[in-house]
């Protein structure tokens, strides 16, 4: 009698999870498809047509292929305004043979690992009590704070930047432009 | 019904630290084969089998020299300046090695074969004929990441170089190629966690840890034939302190053979005329085959998250790629974080980081 009971009673709820996988499976994979969908094909490499400056110093480092690849990253792009703050000659000694294992170092402080969102940034900033750290792949942290509705990123100097348009999804994840250049320690 | 979902579909794939740590002494199959054995895996990068012939003809790989007397030499442009010291039998040590690095490791003095090795609770001891005594520190600390430039670099004490790798020079570490595994200190020590989803034994190899580096072993042989330098890497040759390659930059011939990490295999294999390496610190180049020459980084990789372990300054806000986040949104019982290929389960109370839960490729 005991036995037949609890057969039936595990029989009922394998059932009860498959059924209820199934239908949480095609629910999630209709989502995972919309979320593909709306970043689209081009990766974060395509979408670098309008910030030059930032192009140009992947491409001397070797990583535009990087940033074409499968990621996913989460880079912060300086606009060419913001590379045009840097001290005069900065830029030019960066961009020279010699400089670039410091190129790289510095680019690759701009690239987060994973997909972030602003609102995930937001988030964080909030549960922090007002600030967020961000690991970089390069190695070094980011901290993350909020100056009104705006997100504000600062490199271990006090170097900061401003994200003046968040959230250009791409294939292999997602572009936020600054307008600052920020500095590995 | 999420929670549930998890715990049936990802059953299969949920690997937790203490599961791992059962994998033994090294003869076993480990966690190879399986799913994850992509078919176009060319492992024949280049088995290094010379030892003997790089410097100057010294055959020194018949020495029992464990660990060997490894340095914490500053490589950085000090030449002959120890980096850290510990004792001043330290800073005689380094200096000597400082010394035989400029000399290419051509004839390495003989007062620098390994005596004896004693582990010691602060690390491993190892004298050498000379009597100098030198102080390897534990290779792995649970309670320590080996983040890039965030802690403690594995094996390394605080303040060293960053160019520095696993606290061995390189004239010494292309040494350990063509070693049987088991004389080298620690040496049977399993991968950190973070590189244990990385490389996996297989039944043509399997890998160990020590002394900062990572080891292929033959099974066939028992001897090493590839070394991955885990710390800071070896940076570009021209200099600074970035940790990554530049192009142009030759690949150092102790670390060429393909060693792309498991998840990545599928997409980055040698194929005759471009060949793929990863660093052991933070990206995977692509090399030209024929000159050994890096023509670009195709992978950036965190190496920052590992089953088992705190998550990481730097890990608060959610990153979980935008086609996985209705499987894995954060709640109040569990975190999701994403690192190279993987997404991990976080307990948000402990903040450890308690599975591998879902692979990318």
């Known amino acids: 009698m005991r036995l037949t009971k609890s057969f039936l009673l595990v029989a009922i709820a394998a059932i009860a999870t498959s059924a209820c996988d199934r239908q949480a499976d095609s629910n999630n994979v209709a989502a995972t498809d919309n979320a593909a969908e709306a970043a689209g094909d081009e990766t974060i490499a395509d979408g670098l047509a309008g910030d030059r400056k930032f192009a140009d110093a992947l491409k001397a480092a070797g990583l535009d292929r990087t940033l074409d690849g499968p990621g996913p990253y989460t880079v912060l792009v300086p606009s060419d305004g913001a590379f045009e703050k840097l001290p005069a000659g900065a830029l030019d000694t960066l961009m020279k043979p010699e400089s670039r294992a410091e190129l790289t170092r510095l680019l690759t402080f701009h690239v987060l690992p994973g997909t972030i969102l602003a609102e995930d940034i937001g988030k964080a900033i909030d549960a922090g009590g007002g600030k967020a750290s961000l690991a970089t792949m390069g190695g070094g942290a980011l901290t993350a704070t909020k100056e009104g509705n705006a997100i504000v990123l600062a490199d271990a100097a006090g170097g900061k930047a401003t994200v003046t348009q968040a959230d250009d999804k791409r294939s292999n994840g997602v572009i936020h432009r600054v307008d600052g250049v920020l500095m590995p320690s | ?361």
């Open chain 2, 1 to 361: 019904m999420r929670i549930w979902m998890l715990a049936t579909g990802a059953a299969a794939l949920a690997i937790t630290a203490p599961a791992a740590a059962q994998q033994g002494g090294g003869q076993g199959r480990g966690q190879g084969g399986g799913k994850d054995k992509p078919a176009q895996v060319e492992r024949g990068g280049g088995k290094a089998k010379d030892h003997a012939g790089h410097d100057g003809g010294k055959a020194s790989v018949k020495q029992d020299r464990g660990g060997g007397s490894a340095m914490k030499a500053d490589r950085g442009g000090d030449r002959g300046k120890p980096a850290l010291a510990n004792t001043k039998r330290d800073d005689r040590s380094a200096v000597k090695a400082a010394r035989a690095e400029d000399r290419g490791d051509r004839g390495r003095g003989r007062g620098d074969d390994v005596r004896t090795i004693k582990v010691a609770k602060d690390g491993v001891r190892v004298r050498d004929l000379d009597d100098d005594d030198v102080l390897i520190r534990r290779a792995f600390d649970r309670d320590l990441f080996p983040g890039r430039g965030r802690g403690l670099i594995a094996g390394c004490p605080p303040g060293l170089d960053k160019r520095d790798n696993g606290c061995l020079p390189p004239g010494q570490a292309k040494k350990l190629i063509g070693t049987p595994l088991a004389r080298t200190a620690f040496a049977n020590s399993l991968l950190p966690s973070q590189y244990r989803n990385w490389f996996r034994d297989d039944d043509d190899y399997f890998f160990r840890a020590g002394d900062g580096f990572i080891y292929r072993v033959d099974r066939n042989d028992g001897l090493i034939d590839g070394l991955i330098p885990m710390a800071a890497g070896l940076g570009g040759l021209g200099g600074g302190y970035g940790g990554y390659y530049a192009l142009g930059d030759p690949w150092p011939s102790p670390y060429n053979f393909y060693n792309v990490p498991q998840q990545y295999r599928s997409t980055w294999f040698d194929n005759g005329d471009d060949c793929y390496r990863y660093d052991g610190w933070g990206a995977i180049y692509q090399v030209q085959c024929n000159t050994n020459v890096v023509s670009s980084i195709v992978s950036l990789l965190a190496g920052d998250l590992g089953v088992g372990q705190p998550l990481p300054m730097g890990y608060d806000v959610y990153n979980v790629p935008l086609a996985y986040r209705s499987n894995y949104a954060d709640t109040s019982d569990a975190w999701y974080r994403y690192n190279d290929g993987y997404i991990y389960r976080v307990d948000p109370t402990t903040r450890l980081i308690t599975a591998v839960i879902d692979a990318l490729v």
